[in-house]
């Protein structure tokens, strides 16, 4: 219903969210069928519909988006919220059903009246699966895939597809869009406990917010209330315990039948068990493979039958041991080893990586691992639960190859395979596959970092860098590449460390720390002779000069940028200086000069198949064909940079395409289709704190006040307020 809105009205996704006020990733998220539109959004596709005539156009069959009226639309997304309370869930321990109702209620009741609302409870016991059921709408942020309390921030920005440029810090980018919302769940937080005056710093700021957290211990903060959640209830044959793990008997076994001598054993195994769901699930889950009389014979004996590991320090953890170790002692040794390096990934694997890492047999062993419920399936993605990864190492230890090792090969392997393919003709593959393992690469690097391990982080990071750039993830970005270029020194590695920082600080406004940066990696590359080192280093130099309102300067060095890069033959380098200098032309006023090294580096451009950097060469040829008064010209190349910015989920290049396209639009006299182009940019550069470029602030300006005069205040402010 979504995509068939916004689609019948010409919305990109990023348009749809901004008339919508939530982030892009929510509209994703509703498309793909993974979230639901709350109440707030609900009244808002009202409103949409009513202004737009959405109720006539349908009914005359002008568009067809599968409702007709107000009372279908609002009918269709409360069946979709009830099916995502009480349907089936992605993970297999979905035990909504199976006394948690109350939970639930009570949830929903504590997050209604408090800010801060946190589940804890044991591991295994279900806190993730009732938050997920008690707030079907709102944002998850999943923390088991970072390891530090400094990269909480980071996540909850990934989550809310924040972006981050200028001079914003992300903590204020995340605050802005947090006002979209007003439902957070952080699943996870135990491990990142440092974090908590984070969430307390939120929810002051932003009173709407209520954030559901899921923990083994509470935050301890000031405003915080904590839901301690139990074990399922196991006391008789009609307790919930027991309802679940009979429901999972029979999708186990099809031929299992209760009755009151099962029914017992059931109820024996459920307290045995003490009503922790994963491990009812796990149990139930091995009647593929053993009778109920032997599951309840391993039950009563674990350790002796199973050699189940021993170093766990409480009876629930004890529970939970034996129930993997019943689903991990009967596999083939492969399975086993590929069970336990999975297990390593923090945020699911493709089959492909799973094929990397379990070799030819992997298909059959993965679909064992799915069988024994140690893994599920997400779309194209293997999973684990964060308490089955937690286990891993405690139950499957007889392993040939060390896990930890087989997981930081795959991602940097992967990273810089996908880093050679961004390059070139395949770079919107390369960098959704980059964004589809970031939270995999992103584990990895925490780990290489922590524990000194430059051979590996310093190139993983470097790989990724271009991932960071197009999807404008400046301050992790640095937050990962300022301790590597120290830990680096003088290597030529860290030198492309320092070049990286400097790019990204000085798209910060930090042109103190660019500069530092940029002549570092300058002495590090001239020192060893690489001439397209320093053709990057040079690149840095020239963009703080210009940032700096040094034209001169910046002239010099993009013109010594592009002389090393011609002199290293590396072309894909040269076409960056060479865009530049036409920025500096266009400056000037040399309109000529400034067409030439713009054409010069499109078709160099073209010729690698460079996409990533296209959008901004075909934003400078628009105005620079607009400054000549050949409009056409202008439009045909703003409209060509808008739609390759919209492919690659470039939010700066699309703000700037989107202006060079409005401004082609005024010029024209299509004054109303203007005001929406730039309005639409307005509500990206307000949400990346990205500034006018400099030299096209004053007509920006200009034309927006005459745009104001042409169409009166009136339908000015309705056309603008439609989106910005």
């Not at 280093?537 to 010594?560: C, F, K, N, P, S």
């Not at 894909?572 to 309109?591: Q, S, T």
């Not at 004053?698 to 009136?714: H, K, P, S, T, V």
């Amino acid at each position: 219903m979504s995509r068939g809105l916004r689609s019948a009205h010409g919305f990109a996704q990023e348009d749809w969210a901004a008339w919508l006020e939530v982030s892009r990733k929510s509209v994703q998220r509703w498309e793909r069928g993974n979230a639901v539109p709350d109440d707030r959004v609900e009244a808002k596709l009202i409103e949409f519909c009513n202004t737009r005539d959405v109720w006539g156009l349908a009914v005359r069959g002008a568009i067809d988006i599968g409702i007709r009226t107000e009372a279908d639309l609002r009918d269709v997304l409360a069946r979709a919220r009830h099916d995502r309370v009480s349907g089936p869930a992605a993970a297999p321990t979905d035990d909504a059903p199976f006394g948690r109702a109350a939970d639930i209620d009570a949830i929903r009741h504590l997050t209604a009246a408090n800010p801060v609302v946190t589940i804890t409870g044991p591991g295994g016991v279900g806190k993730t699966t009732l938050a997920l059921a008690a707030a079907p709408a709102a944002v998850v942020v999943r923390l088991d895939t970072i390891s530090g309390a400094e990269l909480v921030l980071n996540a909850i920005a990934a989550a809310l597809d924040v972006r981050q440029y200028g001079g914003r810090s992300l903590r204020d980018a995340v605050v802005r869009a947090i006002t979209e919302i007003d439902r957070l769940v952080l699943d996870n937080f135990e491990h990142v406990l440092a974090a908590a005056p984070l969430v307390a710093d939120l929810v002051a700021t932003c009173p709407r917010l209520r954030v559901l957290v899921t923990s083994r211990i509470p935050l301890r903060l000031e405003h915080e209330t904590e839901y301690g959640l139990e074990p399922l209830a196991h006391d008789g044959a009609d307790s919930a315990a027991v309802a679940l793990f009979l429901a999972r008997a029979r999708a186990a076994d099809p031929e299992f039948t209760p009755d009151a001598s099962t029914l017992a054993v059931a109820e024996r195994i459920a307290a045995r068990l003490d009503g922790v769901p994963l491990a009812l699930e796990l149990a139930a889950a091995r009647l593929r493979h053993v009778s109920l009389p032997d599951l309840a014979a391993r039950i009563d004996h674990p350790p002796a039958i199973l050699g189940v590991a021993r170093n766990a320090t409480t009876a629930r953890h004890r529970t939970l041991t034996d129930a993997l170790a019943w689903s991990t002692d009967l596999l083939e040794p492969s399975r086993r080893e590929l069970f336990r390096c999975l297990a390593e990934f923090a945020d699911g694997a493709t089959l492909d990586a799973v094929e990397v890492v379990g070799g030819a047999d992997a298909v059959d062993d993965v679909g064992e691992l799915l069988e024994q419920h140690l893994v599920f399936r997400a779309g194209r993605r293997y999973r684990m639960l964060q308490i089955v990864r937690d286990y891993a190492p405690l139950v499957v230890t007889d392993v040939t190859r060390d896990p930890a090792a087989v997981f930081l090969d795959w991602a940097l392997a992967f990273a810089r395979a996908q880093a050679a393919e961004v390059t070139g003709p395949g770079y919107r593959d390369a960098i959704d596959a980059l964004a589809d393992d970031y939270g995999n690469l992103r584990a990895a690097l925490v780990r290489t970092i922590d524990a000194g391990d430059l051979d590996r982080a310093l190139p993983l990071a470097l790989a990724v860098c271009p991932f960071w750039d197009v999807r404008a993830m400046l301050q992790e970005a640095r937050q990962f590449l300022e301790p590597l270029a120290s830990m680096a020194g003088e290597r030529t590695a860290g030198g492309s460390a320092c070049v990286w920082i400097g790019y990204f600080a000085a798209h910060q406004g930090d042109l103190v720390t660019a500069a530092r940066r940029g002549r570092e990696a300058l002495a590090i590359f001239e020192t060893a002779a690489i001439d397209a080192g320093i053709g990057y280093a040079r690149l840095v130099l020239g963009l703080v000069a210009a940032e700096d309102g040094r034209l001169d300067d910046a002239w010099d060095e993009w013109q010594a940028s592009a002389a090393a890069f011609e002199a290293s033959s590396d072309r894909w380098g040269l076409v960056r200086p060479l865009n530049n200098l036409g920025e500096v032309a266009r400056a000037r006023g040399a309109l000529d000069e400034a067409a030439a090294l713009h054409e010069q580096a499109l078709a160099l451009c073209r010729e690698l198949g460079d996409g990533t950097t296209l959008p901004s060469i075909l934003n400078n040829l628009a105005h620079v064909g607009l400054d000549r008064g050949d409009t056409e010209a202008g439009a045909a190349a703003a409209a060509e940079a808008l739609a390759i910015a919209t492919e690659l989920d470039s939010p700066v290049a699309r703000a700037f395409a989107l202006d060079v396209s409005a401004r082609a639009a005024f010029e024209t006299s299509e004054v109303e289709a203007a005001v929406r182009l730039w309005a639409r940019g307005h509500v990206i550069h307000e949400r990346l704190g990205l500034p006018i470029e400099a030299r096209d602030r004053a007509r920006y300006d200009e034309q927006l006040a005459a745009a104001r005069e042409q169409l009166g205040d009136e339908r000015y402010a309705a056309i603008w307020n439609e989106l910005a």
